[in-house]
Every structure is written in structure tokens, then in C-alpha cells.
């Protein structure tokens, strides 16, 4: 008897068989339509981890539940969750402050907006949606879940946050057709560029929509003049009381604003003068003006708080990890936090997938326990290029000249030529 409680001391917590596989095989409508990012708002952060047992306890498990309890120990270990971060809280702070002041405008015709650049696998799209959702749940309080602007009798959803990735091809129409795919709004194929903004604009308003994210904004490329169309679409999207966020890769350097200088010691992106300054007397574009842009930076290991912020951020995965010979320390103790920082570099999603790797060999060797040696037979293929440890690698970015190539000139018939009495005797 005391054998029996045991075994249930030890699984308290652990789902049934059942409800493991509901886990594992449920899929996850796309964040970018209005279910999808409900879903996301609904459930992110919030699995539970597997109880932490040791190897011994594991031991007493009956053989049925064993094989439940490692699925859901799978579970959690590919689940690590979005720590607090220096870089995650920065932008947080941004956002949250942006749309502080924008939701309390009253009179100003244009909202302001944000930028965040980074590397890939540097957590722009979960630090951006998880600011967006605490907004959207403080906003949704703030007005007991009913939209304000509502007019009496109708059932519009109440959307304050709208997410939506940046076509692959992108024109007004397919972003128009994107923002309103998000609401599953029908669309006619032969409406018109301004029937289709004008269709955005009411939608947005009657969902009552504050913040409108707009993801991997790196895919537009302003030597193409749909590109710049798009651009100029997002610009007066501004001006319907909607906040944009924009999140992409290298932003500076893609043409979107001015070719951008890191400074080293501010470690903000700086603006050139443009050379319409000397002109015209123009300080910033239109797009430098009406966006902040941010960068989304890696852990560093240089200074002794750099170094225990790096630290701190192994120990919050360490404790979510679920392996029977863990040890207090098992990431954070003697030349681990320096191998996982050669390792990847300090970039969160590198990091990350190396863990769960990681996790995954432990478990399936039976060492049940993660350390160099183990992530040594791992592959991880870095993303970006080497970087320095005191600034991000700025590629060269260069304006191609179109030039026109020269036709080649056909030479002239000569067949009808006069070439004079002495080629004519010759020719005779």
C-alpha cells in the first residue's frame, strides 16, 4: 500500500496517456489569422512541466506509466519557455511604451511605430508577440472584453492585436489581402487597389485593432517599385489609429531607412546625414521619422553582469529540464556557460535548439544527463557569420546601377560602294 502511494506522490501532475498524445499530435492554427493568435494569447507559456524525478524514483514507476511519464518528459524538454532576457525585455519595454502613448492620442493624425532588427534566431517574433499579448490582455481587461468602438447590434470580433507576415511577393493588394486573410474577410478578385485599402481600414476599425505586427518585413527590397508601393501602404496604415510593429532581419541595411552605422558605445543604429540635407534641408525621411527601430541583440560574455545574466538565463532552462540524472549545476557549473556560449555564439534560438538536442540524445542513450561531451556529437550549423563580441555584423549593402547595356551596331552594306577607277581597273 504505501508502494501504491508512492507511485502516485511521485506522478502527481502527469496527464493521462491520453491527454499526453492530445498534446503531442494537436496541431496549431496559423498565428497570422484571428483563431491562430487567440490560440497562441490562450495557451503560450502555459504547458506544465513533467514532475522532476530522480533515476531511482523513476525506477518504481510501474512500466505503463514509465513510458507515459518519458513522452511527457519529450514533451517539456522541446517546450523551454520564454525567459525574461535583457535583449526580450528592451523590446518589451519599447513596445508596451509605444502603445502606452498611441492608445491615448486623441488628436495626433499618425501613430508612431517600431522596428526590431535582428539575426536570425534572435527571438524578434516571440519578444514581439509575447509584448503584443500582455497588451492586448491588459487592453481586453481595461474594457471588460468589448470592443469601445462598436456600434450597438453587431458581433465584429474585438481584435486589438493583428498579426500578419509579410507576403513573399509582396504588392498592396497581396498585403491588403493578408491583413484581411487575418479575419477570414472575404475578397473579390477583381476589386480594385483603393476598394481593397478601403475594405483594411474598415475592418480595422470595426475589430477595434491597436497593433498590427508585421512579420519578416525583411522580404521587401526597395529596388522594386511594389516594394516601395507596399511601403507607402504601411505608412498610411499609420494614420487609421494603428499601431505597427515591424520585425525583420537587417533592416537598416535593406533599404527600408538609410543606410545605418552602429555605434559601438550608444549601441543604437545612427542615420547618416542624407545628402538632401545640403539641399532641400531635410533632416530624416518620412519612414525615419514615424518608426523606432530597435535591435534585438545576443548574450555577450564579457563583463561579470553580462556574464551572470548568461548564467542566469542556463539555470531558468535548467530547472525546466526533465532528466532522471540532472544536477544542480548541470548547465551552469565549472566550462559549460563558456562551451554553450562558443557553442552558439550567445544567440537565444541556437542556444535553445542545442538544449532540446541535447535533451532529446540524453534520453535516447540512457546517460540522462546533458555535458559536453554529449553536445560535442551535435551539429549545429551556425545561421549568420562569425561575429566580433562588441558589435553585430553589418553586411555591405550596395546600390546596383541599372545601366543599359549598349547594342552592338550592324555594319553598313557595301555592296553599292564607289570605290574609285583604280579598285574598279583592279577589279576588272
Not at 525567459?83 to 488628436?107: A, C, F, W, Y
Not at 540532472?326 to 542545442?354: C, F, N, Q, S, W
Not at 549593402?397 to 560602294?417: G, L
Request: aromatic share 6%; hydrophobic share 35%.
Amino acid at each position: 500500500m504505501t508502494r501504491a502511494l508512492s507511485h502516485d506522490v511521485l506522478l502527481e501532475g502527469l496527464p493521462s496517456r491520453a491527454r499526453i498524445a492530445e498534446l503531442i499530435l494537436s496541431s496549431h492554427p496559423p498565428r497570422d489569422t484571428y483563431v491562430g493568435w487567440q490560440h497562441y494569447r490562450t495557451y503560450c507559456g502555459q504547458l506544465v512541466p513533467a514532475p522532476a524525478i530522480s533515476s531511482r524514483q523513476w525506477s518504481m514507476i510501474p512500466e505503463s506509466r514509465r513510458y507515459d511519464y518519458d513522452l511527457y518528459r519529450e514533451l517539456t524538454n522541446a517546450n523551454l519557455p520564454l525567459q525574461e532576457t535583457p535583449m526580450h525585455d528592451k523590446v518589451g519595454r519599447l513596445i508596451r511604451r509605444r502603445l502606452s502613448g498611441n492608445t491615448r492620442k486623441k488628436d495626433d493624425p499618425t501613430r508612431p511605430g517600431v522596428m526590431v532588427n535582428g539575426w536570425g534566431n534572435y527571438g524578434k517574433t516571440a519578444s514581439v508577440c509575447a509584448a503584443a499579448a500582455v497588451f492586448e490582455d491588459q487592453w481586453l481587461d481595461l474594457h471588460s472584453h468589448l470592443n469601445p468602438g462598436s456600434l450597438p447590434g453587431t458581433r465584429d470580433l474585438h481584435a486589438p492585436v493583428v498579426y500578419v507576415s509579410t507576403p513573399v511577393t509582396a504588392t498592396p493588394k497581396s498585403l491588403c489581402a493578408s491583413i484581411l486573410g487575418f479575419f477570414r474577410a472575404p475578397t473579390r478578385t477583381s476589386a480594385t487597389l483603393p476598394e481593397l485599402v478601403r475594405q483594411v481600414a474598415d475592418s480595422l476599425y470595426d475589430h477595434g485593432v491597436k497593433a498590427m505586427i508585421l512579420d519578416d518585413i525583411s522580404r521587401l527590397r526597395m529596388h522594386r517599385a511594389d516594394d516601395q508601393d507596399v511601403l507607402d501602404l504601411m505608412r498610411a496604415f499609420m494614420s487609421l489609429d494603428v499601431t505597427l510593429i515591424l520585425t525583420g532581419v537587417n533592416i537598416p541595411g535593406i533599404g527600408l531607412l538609410r543606410e545605418a552605422t552602429w555605434n559601438k558605445k550608444t549601441r543604437q543604429w545612427e542615420m547618416p546625414p542624407l545628402e538632401s540635407t545640403r539641399i532641400h534641408g531635410l533632416e530624416i525621411t518620412q519612414t525615419e521619422h514615424r518608426f523606432e527601430l530597435v535591435e534585438l541583440d545576443r548574450f555577450r560574455y564579457i563583463t561579470p553582469k553580462q556574464i551572470q545574466v548568461f548564467v542566469d538565463h542556463l539555470e531558468g532552462i535548467e530547472q525546466h529540464m526533465r532528466l532522471l540524472n540532472a544536477k544542480a549545476g548541470m548547465l551552469t557549473g565549472g566550462t559549460m556557460p563558456e562551451y554553450l556560449m562558443r557553442r552558439t555564439g550567445g544567440v537565444v534560438g541556437l542556444l535553445g535548439r542545442l538544449l532540446e538536442d541535447g535533451a532529446n540524445e540524453a534520453m535516447g542513450s540512457g546517460k540522462e544527463l546533458i555535458d559536453e561531451n554529449l553536445l560535442d556529437e551535435i551539429v549545429l550549423r551556425r545561421d549568420e557569420p562569425e561575429q566580433p563580441p562588441d558589435e553585430p555584423v553589418i553586411p555591405a549593402y550596395t546600390s546596383v546601377a541599372i545601366t543599359k547595356t549598349a547594342r552592338t551596331k550592324r555594319p553598313r552594306n557595301t555592296v553599292f560602294d564607289d570605290h574609285g577607277p583604280t579598285a574598279a581597273h583592279t577589279g576588272s
